[in-house]
């Protein structure tokens, strides 16, 4: 079982940028694939950026490829999303999640998810 509580999301306006951070607990964190994902008001959840148990390996939306970084820290337990040159379509609920393995994209393997944090970007 793995706990997750995410923060650092706002109101900031279009070309801003944000840090979004994901605090774990619970089991071995680095044996986890984590991901950040995204829902807007009446949108599907999609994946926002995707890193593997170790962080060698990083996937992205191609929305925010070269604004978006995300990252993780092992030993604290955590994983980052800094979000530059915010747009207001990047607007919505993001919600880190992780999945017990190696690497994936894929929603429906991530079995464990934080509340979210809204984002909300004005023009």
């Known amino acids: 079982q793995v706990q997750l509580v995410e923060s650092g999301g706002g109101l900031v306006q279009a070309g801003d940028s944000l840090r979004l951070s994901c605090a774990a607990s619970?089991?071995?964190?680095?044996?986890?694939?984590m991901g950040w994902f995204r829902q807007a008001p009446g949108k599907e959840r999609d994946v926002v950026a995707a890193?593997?148990?170790?962080?060698?390996?990083?996937l992205y939306a191609d929305s925010v490829k070269g604004r978006f970084t995300i990252s993780r820290d092992n030993a604290k337990k955590a994983v980052y999303l800094q979000m530059n040159n915010l747009k207001p379509e990047d607007a919505a609920v993001y919600y880190c999640?992780?999945?017990?393995?190696?690497?994936?994209?894929?929603?429906?393997?991530?079995?464990?998810w934080g509340q979210g944090t809204q984002v909300t970007v004005s023009a």
């Open positions: 999640a992780a999945a017990p393995t190696t690497f994936t994209t894929q929603l429906t393997a991530y079995p464990y």
């Open positions: 619970g089991r071995t964190f680095s044996n986890y694939a």
């Open positions: 890193i593997s148990w170790s962080g060698s390996r990083t």
